[in-house]
């Protein structure tokens, strides 16, 4: 080996020795900065574990949610509106919902601030859920409500329906001594009406009450008088002819006359068979409801007529329309 290559040698060595110590520094942050990626790797995978858990619980609030959208229109088919509602109240769920997922799914890429955001987002939702939750059961209580003052609405009805049967049977039996052409009872309108012709109440323009007249006011004053709950109208009619009037009548018109016929026919139910006053209302119709043609003399005949309409107190029913307890 020559001079020259001897003095080389040790130059190449340490040269060497140098490059090796350059390489292992690298190494070694090359290894702190994968252990800090590692780090923020874990921190993520934590994150991404709590969000799977707020989601999965977010889940089970839906899958709640959606059993009672599905009991409310169950239990409330009648209710097409309220239905409706609920229908919509689903799909904004279901909307929030995907939202959510789209949030979530966006989390793995995101930067430490865009996270926050998101989660932030996320407890927006859930606010909105509950939010909507409560609604929920509020619409539910108020249909329960609505559904219970419905059933006892159709009780009062019920109740007030067969009542009538019942009143128009006793005035029926009561009156068995009258002929058609002198009086009918019926129902109408939820109401019984007692039709007496003027033959068997009234001379021909006059407005005091015969006896035969007398005799059926009795009758319905005696079933009327067990009844404490029966609203009492009282209504005049006459058929169209012009009434003529005298010098010594109190009477103009044809409103005059049933005016008077039914305030007659109402004192004596009143005073002299005891019907209570505070029951009881009279009125005049005149010439204007009548029930047959005014074109013939038997159309005109059953046109002039007192009409005893008897209805059962509605105050309940008022009351649960009105909204009072």
Known sequence: MNKKTLLIAPFACLL???????????????????NKYLAEKNDCGDK?????????????????LNDEIQKLKDNNASLEDKNKKLAALKDETESICAKVREKLDEITNSSAS????????LAEKEKDLMAKSEELNKLSHDLDERDAKLR?????????????????????????????????????????????????????????VDERGKEALKKIAEVLNKQTDININIEGHTDNKAYVSTTSSPINSNWD????????VTKIMVE???????????????????????????????????????????????DILNGVN
């Open 152 to 208: 006892n609405m159709q009780s009062l009805m019920a109740r007030k329906d067969s009542a009538v049967q019942a009143l128009k049977k006793k005035l029926t039996d009561a009156l068995l001594g009258f002929n058609n052409s002198e009086l009918s009872v019926s129902v109408k309108d939820g109401k019984v009406y007692v039709s007496m012709s003027d033959k068997l109440l009234f001379s021909t323009g006059s407005f005091k």
């Open 16 to 34: 060497l020795l140098s490059s090796c110590l350059v390489t292992k520094k690298k190494y070694d942050e090359q290894v702190a900065l994968a």
């Open 48 to 64: 991404l574990t709590a969000a799977n858990g707020t989601i999965d619980d977010l889940n089970k609030q839906i899958a709640n």
């Open 257 to 264: 006359l049933s005016v008077m016929r039914a305030s007659y």
């Open 114 to 121: 865009e996270k926050n955001k998101l989660m932030k987002d």
């Open 272 to 318: 002299d068979y005891s019907v209570d006053p505070t029951h009881i209302i009279p009125s005049g119709r005149s010439k204007f409801f009548p029930i047959e043609s005014n074109e013939t003399a038997e159309g005109r005949s059953k046109n002039r007529r007192v009409e005893v309409i008897l209805e059962p107190d509605m105050k309940a029913i008022m």
